[in-house]
């Protein structure tokens, strides 16, 4: 029996302005994700990897096409039940971490729980727990930028997961750390979908860390062009800068 995909493109179309100055961004992409896959997505600045992921967590509806998560049409839920969406069902990881400044470490995982109505007592408990999955031990009471880069970026995956979220959107989390801190953050992202069955999509520019996915998936000018298996360990290298067209 085929499983139902946790996250489902069907004919997706996003677009941005109108008449001559409209720029597709996307273009009848389809795409699905079962539970527990890791897909890494790839391709050139502006090819509208982003968009994709922003589509995925309800942060942008498309301008056609649906986008499902576990069956449901994110464009027919309201603001308030798209937030809880988010609050509860996806994680997203940024490039630009995103930690609040003014939270400790804990505090900054616990967010999204206490947010949904969970006690702070719970949420914290909740919080520790997975912070130690991500491997911090310490100093959970100090503030961001007591941390390590490596470290904070292990505090937005907390973050992410945080409540067992079943589907993780990361977006070049690795971009600002050095190669022992970005290899550790996407060894962390692979062993998920073993450790909670949480399905990952992974926008990255490198063929190292898209060879930990099931699949990887590749977009050029808002269309998927090609799909791959990393099994043999050879994936090619995105295309050049020099044929970035306008899309985010």
Known sequence: MNQTPLLEF???????GHGQSEVFALRSVSLSV??????????????????????????????????????DDLSDLGLADQATLRR???????????LVPSLTAVENVMLPLELDGVGSRAARAAAI???????????????????????????????????????????????????VNSDQVVEMLADLPGQYGTAVVL?????????????????RDGLIVDTASPAARTVPSPEPESLVGTQR
């Open 88 to 98: 509860r069902d996806v994680g997203y990881v940024f490039q630009r971490l995103n």
């Open 129 to 179: 727990e997975v912070m130690n999955t991500v491997g911090l031990y310490q100093h959970l009471d100090r503030y961001p930028d007591d941390f390590s880069g490596g470290q904070q970026q292990r505090i937005a995956i907390a973050r992410a997961i945080v409540g067992e979220r079943r589907l993780l959107l990361a977006d070049e989390p690795t971009g600002s750390l050095d190669t």
């Open 10 to 16: 069907v004919d997706v179309v996003k677009s941005y």
């Open 34 to 71: 079962d539970p527990g896959e890791i897909v890494a997505v790839m391709g050139p600045s502006g090819c509208g990897k982003s968009t994709l992921l922003h589509l995925a967590g309800a942060l942008e509806m498309p301008s056609a096409g649906r986008v499902l998560v576990d069956g």
């Open 203 to 219: 926008v990255t520019h490198e063929p190292r860390f898209a060879s930990y996915a099931d699949r990887i998936v590749f977009l």
